[in-house]
């Protein structure tokens, strides 16, 4: 979950704010259908979910006039995997012929789905690009099973329970790569955490799940809180944790280095090439999911790569 979608939800929910106290909480995969087929009547073909996003911090409404921030909750469920507001990435054609990607913010009202094209607001098109590699398949872990995969982790356990007020910061499922030979599949990142998403008080947990099927193990990541402050806008190549012992690092990308394509390589201290990513569609503060498994315990280069700059940053593993 990222800042533009502070300001998506905020123009979805001066839409919603009428019936905010009939909105009921569904999963992920329930609301899909609701925005494909609004888009569909849009006059968008070929139309295919790219991404979906959520988050469970409520205080993203608390500045909106009118009372709407009292009224309106997005309650994140850790143990249904519900929410009451997801918002979905959908790619197709236009009526031109040319590709298109439109957000909708969806919600159910009682028993029935309704689907908000979110134009116009400042910081969509950032929005846009945390979009999958390619589309999400019709089948995929939902939000319900996601949770389960969560609480199984001992590493979520654990924050959960000396952060017993940590909610859910964001959440999003997206196609992408976990190694450099595979192709694309859908994960689940979540960042968990007190305080706010602008304003968290305590380290953040990012957790990923493989959500190809309902096998996928979730691995979690803390992230101390000046860190996690930071990482909303970093200014730098930030790997979380440095020094790693386990076999997955969290990546975060620097505000002022986005590219719609660009290369994450590993390289040994001798300058050996020992592992490539090719990246797409990526914005700031976004957590990447990089495999160390296979290196040995040492020193690594950690190089980020786009066709303006390049960036560099210590690796350390322990074994």
Known sequence: MKPQLVVALLSFVVHASAWAQLLAPFTAAEGASAAIRTAT???????????????????LLANLGGGIG???????????????????SISGKAS????????????????????????????????????????????????NIMVQKLAADSVFRTFRQLHPRSILLGA????????????????????IGEGTLLRPTSAVLTCFVPATDTSGTARCIEVPLASAESSLFPSQLEIFPNPISGDMAAVRLPVDALSSQATLRIYSLDGRTLAEYQLS???AGQAIAVPV???????????????????????????
Do not use: C
């Not at 009224?71 to 918002?87: H, K, M, P, S, Y």
């Not at 390619?134 to 872990?141: G, H, I, N, V």
């Open 41 to 59: 009547q849009s006059g968008i073909s070929n139309v295919a979910t790219d991404a979906i996003y959520t988050t469970g911090d409520t205080s």
């Open 70 to 88: 009292s009224t309106v909750t997005l309650a994140f469920d850790f143990q249904r995997g519900t929410n009451t507001v997801w918002i979905y």
């Open 96 to 143: 031109s012929g040319t590709d298109t990607t439109l957000l909708y913010a969806v919600v159910k009202v009682v028993a029935l789905y309704q689907a908000f094209p979110l134009f116009g607001v400042p910081g969509l098109d950032q929005l846009g690009q945390l979009r999958g590699e390619q589309a999400l398949p019709a089948s995929f872990m939902n939000s």
């Open 172 to 191: 999003s499922l997206a196609s992408v790569r976990s190694s450099p030979t595979s192709s694309p599949q859908p994960l689940w990142s979540v960042q």
């Open 281 to 283: 569609n990526l914005a």
């Open 293 to 319: 498994s296979s290196l040995g315990a040492g020193i690594y280069m950690l190089h980020y790569r786009t066709a303006q700059t390049v960036r560099i940053a210590p690796l350390v593993v322990t074994r």
